[in-house]
């Protein structure tokens, strides 16, 4: 399978650290061209040099419709193309609702959600000229599945990313274009770091497989998405979290 994207032109929006920085270094692993998009392009430079295999970064911010055009554009003139987007970026800040201000609801909104929207409408152009043309999005358990306090509305665009991609599936079938989204659990990143040791302690006790995941983890389902042999699977989700969702109470866990 791996070999299957070999060649290939990978975008990792949010690349430059954390799950992104995972998803890209699978790719560029199995073979792909991998370009890293982030608002801090020094930081994407470190972190395509540390992969190796002619990584590039790009700056581009999701919230920013012209930044991405001109990302992709010079990813498909660095490239020749781009045949997979990987809609990664994302931010997670916590309030909770009484504390919430419409503005902290639209910053999460807009990186996350119109993020999203705005990585798949610039990227298009692009990928309608791909013969093995691929988005792959970064959702959440947390919003579809699961909710924990101060993330209504962190959850609600991670939900938001799914209901998205299962209209975007139907539209951009006619171009061969398939859109799936992974669904990590809680994954250890720079950004899962910033919540405190208190909250990595506690999540990995209720996870059946008894540790937070690894970036590579979802990179390894990313890479499933964008294989070649993923050609007939579209608007799909694939969970990645240990079995975090599956235990009824913290006793179920304890019990076996
Ligand atoms: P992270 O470590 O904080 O990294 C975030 C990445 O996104 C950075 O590369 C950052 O670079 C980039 N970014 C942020 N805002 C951006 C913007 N406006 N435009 C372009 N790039 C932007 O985060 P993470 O934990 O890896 O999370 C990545 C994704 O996974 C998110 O969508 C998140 O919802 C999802 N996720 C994470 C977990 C987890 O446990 N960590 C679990 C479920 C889902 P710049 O700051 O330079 O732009």
Known sequence: MAHSVAGRVVVVTGGSRGIGKGIARVFANAGAKVAILSRHRDEGAATAAALGHGAIAVAGDVTDEASLAAAFAEVARAFGGLDVLCSNAGIFPQAKIEEMSAA?????????????????????????????????????????????????????????????????????????????????????????????PDYEAGMAASIPLGRIGEVEDIGHAALYFASKEAAYVTGQTIIVDGGQILPESLEALASA
């Open 104 to 196: 902290d609801w639209d910053h999460v909104s807009n990186t996350n959600l119109k993020g999203t929207f705005l990585a798949v409408k610039t990227a298009l152009p692009h990928l309608k000229r791909s013969d093995q043309p691929r988005i792959v999005l970064t959702s959440s358990i947390t919003g579809p599945v699961t909710g924990y306090p101060g993330w209504t509305h962190y959850g609600a665009t991670k939900a938001g990313q799914l209901g998205f991609m299962r209209t975007a599936c139907i539209e951009l079938a006619k171009y061969g274009i398939t859109v799936n989204a992974v669904m990590p659990g809680n994954i250890r990143t720079e950004g899962l770091a910033e919540l405190g």
